[in-house]
């Protein structure tokens, strides 16, 4: 079977934009769902709804494969599966190896969807003496000292850092040495790397902060709309009783003496 170290994806010099790439797995998701349902045939706008985007876009991302569809059928959900898992890689096994197997090194070692999509975890790597040896989900930890043997011997070109910040950029520096080119982050660090080598950056902490800002807007929104509604139903001459609080222009000053 081809391993990931003789074959790389040729997306960048398709010209693909990574924009479009960063879609594909969405669309591959949804189409494969549909494939589960022996759905042969799906249209731009069905598929664009359940991947999430328009159907513009979505039209224009598969022009970039070559796949138009069909006027008045719409596009072949097996062929696509296909078309897409080729353009990702995901026709060919992928070795990946997890470098730190503390807890979420753990739960990414047990996860089953690695294996459905192409990427074969080859092996789970920690600092910790006391935990070489020991199976995690049927995989035998072994240590770093090992490192760069075991990505040799298993023609690895992907690698997992699930590893404390403190320790990410060296375990990352001695994966690209030993050969590793394209790099998923779960450390809450950025890492430093030469030109050539990819690195995909999973901080859950930065999503729920994300999240965390959506939610206060949307409390501001609301406290402001009922603000609007408290303003509304006041009395008319509700606005003169606040005339000696404003300023010499009529400005109501930001911060009132006391």
Same mark, same amino acid.
């Given at each position: ?11 960048? *010099? ?23 349902? +022996? /759905? ?8 664009? !709804?359940?991947? @999430?985007?328009? +159907? ?15 006027? &008045?059928? %719409?596009?072949? /959900?097996?062929?696509?599966?296909? =078309?897409? *898992? ?10 990946? /190896?997890?470098? &730190? ?10 996860? #089953? ?18 935990? !070489? #040896? ?7 930890? =072994? ?11 298993? #023609?690895? +070109?992907? @690698? ?5 910040? &403190? ?12 050969? /590793? ?34 939610? =206060? ?8 709309? #009922? ?18 609080? =404003? %300023? ?11």
């Amino acid at each position: 079977m081809a391993t990931g170290r003789t074959h790389r994806p040729a997306t960048r *010099s398709r010209g693909i934009p990574e924009a479009t790439v960063a879609r594909l797995p969405l669309y591959l998701r949804a189409l494969t769902a549909l494939s589960e349902r +022996s /759905v042969p045939t799906v249209s731009s706008e069905e598929l664009a !709804a359940a991947a @999430g985007v328009n +159907s513009a876009k979505l039209r224009k991302d598969f022009s970039y494969l070559g796949s138009y569809g069909t006027r &008045g059928v %719409g596009y072949d /959900v097996e062929y696509l599966v296909y =078309q897409i *898992s080729r353009e990702l890689g995901l026709t060919q096994d992928w070795p990946v /190896v997890i470098v &730190g197997i503390g807890n979420l090194g753990a739960a990414l070692a047990n996860y #089953g969807g690695f294996a459905s999509r192409g990427f074969r975890v080859a092996a789970l790597i920690d600092a910790d003496p006391a935990m !070489a #040896g020991k199976p995690v989900a049927g995989i035998p930890v =072994q240590h770093t000292d090992d490192l760069e043997k075991i990505i040799k011997d298993n #023609g690895v +070109s992907i @690698g997992v850092i699930a590893t404390p910040a &403190g320790a990410a950029q060296q375990v990352c520096d001695r994966l690209v040495a030993a050969g /590793v080119t394209s790099i998923l982050n779960f450390a809450p660090t950025v890492l430093s790397v030469p030109d050539g080598v990819d690195v995909r950056k999973v901080d859950l902490s930065i999503e729920l902060q994300i999240l965390a800002f959506h939610e =206060q807007r949307k409390a501001g929104e609301e406290t402001a709309a #009922g603000d609007g509604a408290l303003t509304a139903a006041a009395p008319r001459g509700a606005a003169a009783d606040h005339s000696a609080d =404003q %300023g010499p222009d009529g400005d109501v000053p930001a911060v009132m003496p006391a």
